[in-house]
């Protein structure tokens, strides 16, 4: 029994070790090639930022999937914190609607340009007449009855993109000035961009960054034919309707790769590869409500809540250290321990902190709170029934557990259905009180349950106590 308590013992030293690494300044994970920064993650609430509500832009008739809604979800998500807005979350709130939310962000307006992006990428036929970078045009996509685009697939040739913006060179023999207005005409569309397989930034032999991409199986076999028959024309890649480059075929592309050349900057040649690799959503969205909260406003709940926090936690620890004397004093450390486990955890998974969640961490010291008060009362019991330390001890836990077993268990099946609430309807505030509360439970448990009785048993052993009275405040 002895040797099970120094394992415990040994393992609450190790978490605490951990714990207080995780906890230190500027940690990080360096696992090989995955490596994480160890910050504590601030929602939107307390850091400021910008919140979006967006809406399916279809007829009320026409139904819309769940898996429509999550896969739109998630590409928006990878679109958003592939610009470098991280922490972005984006949430399904009923049927037809997703919120998303962008903590910490500075630049609004080129937040909602990106997310309004929303629609059809597509691949248009120029031949020898290229649009210029920026213009409108209209395709035939969805609209042609005489010839069906090919089937979604996405590519762009290894080409120079033309129309002379910043970041891209024109063609030999043409100037970005010499290019014709677009013509008030239909465009054909030759493939979409729901296939793509993937993209990337690399440089090539000559030190300059190219657009690089991969093609689907199917989507090789048509791209290898378009490329074949249009060598030397040109090749549209257009989103929501706008010309965002107009590279020209120089061979043909047979193996389903190839790569965008062109003057560009990291920057540029990131910002098309954004758009190439999230350009099709499956439905349509658009932006319905934002809301932008300042980051003063966020400082100022946070200091607030670490003051309201502090000062609770302090009243605790001199309430259990002067009702209960010695196991007073051996729960106050576990609650520290509790403190510390929770952050550690709460910046390893990592859990996004809001006023709501920094709520459920309080609720939760509570429970952990009450399962030592459930264990030091019917420890005094048996001590006022005459029962020496070493009966009434495993006694107070045996006969406590039950209590502390159902009380939480409750709290977590009400934990769960927050949960399933808060994802269902884009709750995020329940959803995020949800998570911190039942992560704050579970290791309540283990501190109320392990650390207390582990410290306690030992302490015991070694103390000797006889005066109850002095020492539990019987």
């Not at 979604?152 to 129309?163: D, I, K, Y």
Request: aromatic share 8%.
């Amino acid at each position: 029994m002895n040797q099970r308590r120094y394992v415990f013992l040994g393992l609450i030293v190790l978490l605490v070790v951990i714990g207080i690494w995780i906890n230190l300044p500027n940690s990080q994970i360096n696992l090989g090639s995955f490596q994480r920064d160890l910050e504590t993650q601030l929602g939107l609430d307390l850091r400021g930022g910008l919140q979006v509500l967006m809406e399916v832009q279809l007829p009320e008739d026409e139904p819309v999937t769940q898996e429509q809604l999550d896969v739109a979800r998630m590409i928006m998500e990878n679109r958003s914190n592939a610009l470098g807005v991280s922490e972005v979350t984006f949430q399904t709130a009923g049927t037809r609607r997703l919120v998303g939310e962008f903590p910490g962000v500075t630049n609004v307006e080129e937040v909602l340009a990106t997310i309004k992006q929303t629609g059809l990428l597509e691949f248009v036929e120029m031949l020898d007449s290229p649009v210029a970078e920026g213009e409108t045009i209209q395709t035939d996509y969805g609209i042609s009855t005489s010839a069906e685009p090919a089937p979604s697939v996405s590519g762009t040739p290894a080409a120079q993109p033309t129309g002379a913006p910043e970041g891209t060179s024109t063609p030999e023999g043409s100037t970005g000035s010499e290019l014709p207005p677009p013509e008030e005409k239909i465009y054909h569309t030759v493939m979409t961009g729901s296939a793509l397989d993937q993209v990337g930034v690399s440089v090539d032999q000559l030190g300059k960054y190219v657009v690089t991409f991969t093609l689907t199986p199917d989507g090789s076999q048509i791209f290898a034919d378009y490329t074949t028959a249009h060598q030397g024309q040109y090749l549209g890649i257009v989103l929501d309707k706008t010309v965002i480059s107009a590279p020209v075929i120089n061979t043909p592309i047979t193996e389903g790769q190839g790569e965008i050349q062109g003057s560009f900057t990291v920057d540029s040649a990131n910002a098309l590869a954004v758009q190439l690799r999230y350009g099709a959503l499956p439905i349509p969205l658009g932006i319905v409500e934002s809301r932008v909260i300042g980051p003063t406003l966020g400082e100022d709940s946070l200091q607030k809540s670490l003051r309201a926090g502090i000062v609770g936690l302090i009243i605790i620890i001199l309430f259990m250290a002067l009702y209960y004397r010695l196991p007073g004093g051996v729960a106050d450390v576990a609650i520290l321990i509790y403190a510390l486990l929770t952050l550690a955890l709460f910046k390893l998974i990592p859990v996004t902190l809001t006023l709501p969640g920094i709520a459920g961490v309080m609720l939760s010291t509570g429970s952990a709170l009450d399962a030592n008060i459930l264990i030091f009362e019917r420890l005094k019991e048996e001590l006022r029934s005459g029962k020496t330390l070493q009966q009434a001890l495993p006694i107070a836990w045996r006969r406590a557990w039950p209590s502390i077993r159902d009380s939480n268990i409750a709290t977590l099946i009400t934990c769960a259905i927050l949960f399933w609430f808060g994802s269902s309807f884009g709750a995020t505030i329940v959803k995020g009180f949800a998570v911190t509360l039942a992560l704050g439970v579970l290791v309540s448990l283990f501190t109320a349950l392990v650390v207390t009785r582990t410290f306690l048993t030992l302490l015991l052993e070694k103390l000797h106590v006889t005066n109850y009275a002095r020492w539990f405040g019987i």
